[in-house]
C-alpha cells in the first residue's frame, strides 16, 4: 500500500488527537477546545492511506538543548503513534525518517527523544544517552540538613522568574543536554508558572541576590501517605542548596516521603547520602545527529583542545551526512570539512553517544558503534566531548 506523509492540516486534528489519545490512554478525554497539534513551534506529520485515515504520526518540536556552553537547535520528537493494527510494518520508520529530512530542512542539528522503548528509534539511529530521574527519600533525612544564617527563603514572585530562569540557564548552560527554556514550547508567563505549583521559593544571599529556588508540589494527606514533590530544587551557592533543601526536611511531619528531580551530579548530592535515596522514576532520552557539520559548529568545543580527526559517518537514514569528513577543533570551536581518510567509522548511534558526551571512544568501540582509529584518535575523541554527563529536567 501506498502511504501519503504530509504536515497535518487545520481539519486533521480530530484524526491526530484520536489516534495519539489511544496510543497515550488519554482516549476518554474529548478533543480540548481549540486543539491544534501543529500550534506554533510544533510540526506534526501524518501519515495517510489512501482512504485518507491517518495511520501514524509523529510531531517535531522546536527547541534548543545545551552543549558545550551553546545552545544546539533540537527537534524534539513527541506524539509518535501507529495505529494498533498497522504497528510493525514500517509506517513508523516512515514517519520518523521524514520528519529528520523536514527537522534538518528547518535548521535543527540534532534530534531528542523520550523513549518508552528504544527499538523502533535505535533502528533509525538514535542512541540513549541519560534519563530523567526523580528519587525518593524520607523527608526526615533532609530534616538533618541545618538552614544557613546567610540565606532567607520567601515564595517568588512574579518580578523575581527573570532571576529565577537567569539561575537556571546559568547551570544549563555548564550542563550537557539541558534544556534552553525559551522559545515557542516555554511561552507560559510568569503567572502561569507560579499558578503551577503549590510553592515556588527563592533563596536570598545577605546581599539580597537570588541564589537558588526550589518549585515544589505538596500532595494530599498528613498521614504516612503525605509527599513532597520537587521539580527543580537548584541552588548556585552551597548555603542555598543546604538552605532550601533544610526547607524541605521541615516537611517530614507531614509529608514524610520527598520526590526531588535531580541530576546524578547534582550538588545537592552532597548533603545527601546517596544510601537514603531510590529511584522513584526513570525516564530514558535519545540523542541523533541530524546534520552532522550543523551539529558541530553548533555546540561548544573545548576551548584549549586542538587537533584533527578523520571520521567516515555511516547513515542511511540521514543519507546527505553519510561518507568522509574531517572534524577540525581550534580554540572552542569545531567543524566538519567533507573529505578527509576516513579513518574513525561511525554508526549513526555512536555519533550521537559520542557528541552528547555520553560514551569514550572506548565505550563506543565496545558497542561496536565506533571502529578504525587509534589511542591518538581516541584520546582527541575522549577530551572532545568530555563534560558533565547529560541530564534533562524537562519531559516533553
Ligand atoms: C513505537 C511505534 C510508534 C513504532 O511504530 P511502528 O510503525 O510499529 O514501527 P516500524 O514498523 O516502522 O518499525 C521501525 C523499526 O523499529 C523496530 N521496532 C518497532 N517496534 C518494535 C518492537 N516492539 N520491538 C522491536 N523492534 C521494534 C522495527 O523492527 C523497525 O526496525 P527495522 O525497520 O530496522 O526493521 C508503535 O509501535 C506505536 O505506536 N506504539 C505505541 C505508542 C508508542 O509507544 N509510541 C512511542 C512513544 S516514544
Redesign the pocket.
Known amino acids: 500500500m501506498t502511504y501519503e506523509v504530509r504536515p497535518l492540516r487545520p481539519e486533521d486534528s480530530k484524526l491526530a488527537w484520536d489516534l495519539g489519545s489511544l496510543?497515550?490512554g488519554y482516549h476518554e478525554q474529548p478533543v480540548p477546545d481549540g486543539w491544534d497539534p501543529s500550534s506554533r513551534g510544533r510540526h506534526t506529520l501524518g501519515a495517510f492511506d489512501p482512504a485518507g485515515r491517518m495511520v501514524?504520526k509523529a510531531v517535531d518540536r522546536e527547541q534548543g538543548q545545551w552543549f558545550g556552553g551553546r545552545i544546539v537547535p533540537t527537534c524534539g520528537v513527541a506524539g509518535?503513534?501507529?495505529a494498533?493494527e498497522?504497528?510493525?510494518?514500517?509506517?513508523?520508520?516512515?514517519v520518523?525518517t521524514r520528519l529528520l529530512q523536514g527537522a534538518r530542512e528547518r535548521g535543527a542539528v540534532i534530534s531528542t527523544?523520550?523513549?518508552?522503548?528504544p527499538?523502533?528509534?535505535r533502528?533509525?539511529g538514535w542512541e540513549e544517552v541519560g534519563a530523567l530521574t526523580y528519587w525518593t527519600l524520607s523527608t526526615r533525612v533532609l530534616g538533618a540538613i541545618r538552614p544557613d544564617p546567610t540565606i532567607t527563603l520567601r515564595p517568588a514572585t512574579e518580578a523575581d522568574l527573570p532571576a529565577v530562569q537567569e539561575l537556571y540557564r546559568q547551570v544549563a548552560r555548564a550542563g550537557t543536554g539541558m534544556m534552553e527554556r525559551s522559545g515557542p514550547a516555554f511561552d507560559a508567563t510568569p503567572a502561569q508558572l507560579l499558578a503551577d505549583y503549590h510553592g515556588f521559593t527563592v533563596a536570598l544571599d545577605d546581599a539580597g541576590t537570588i541564589a537558588g529556588y526550589a518549585s515544589w508540589d505538596r500532595g494530599p494527606g498528613y498521614d504516612a501517605s503525605g509527599k513532597l514533590t520537587v521539580d527543580d530544587l537548584i541552588g548556585l551557592t552551597p548555603e542555598a542548596t543546604r538552605t532550601l533543601l533544610a526547607m524541605l526536611g521541615g516537611w517530614a511531619s507531614v509529608a514524610p516521603t520527598a520526590v526531588l528531580r535531580l541530576g546524578a551530579t547534582d550538588p545537592a548530592w552532597s548533603l545527601i547520602a546517596r544510601v537514603d535515596a531510590k529511584p522513584a522514576t526513570a525516564q530514558p532520552w535519545m540523542v541523533r545527529v541530524v546534520d552532522a557539520p550543523g551539529a558541530v559548529a553548533a555546540r561548544g568545543w573545548p576551548r584549549h583542545l586542538t587537533g584533527e580527526v578523520d571520521l567516515d559517518l555511516v547513515d542511511d537514514v540521514c543519507p546527505w551526512q553519510q561518507g568522509r569528513w574531517r572534524l577540525v577543533l581550534s580554540g572552542g570551536e569545531g567543524r566538519l570539512e567533507a573529505g578527509g581518510a576516513g579513518t574513525v567509522r561511525l554508526t549513526p548511534r555512536g555519533l550521537a553517544a559520542w557528541y552528547a558526551g555520553a560514551a569514550t571512544p572506548e565505550q563506543l568501540r565496545r558497542a561496536g558503534f565506533l571502529t578504525g582509529g587509534d589511542a591518538d584518535t581516541d584520546d582527541l575523541l575522549r577530551a572532545a566531548t568530555a563534560g558533565p554527563p547529560p541530564t534533562l529536567h524537562d519531559y516533553f
Open positions: 496510543a497515550f501514524a509518535v503513534a501507529t494498533p498497522l504497528r510493525g510494518r514500517g509506517l513508523g520508520r516512515l520518523l527523544l523520550f523513549d518508552t522503548t527499538l523502533p528509534y533502528a533509525l
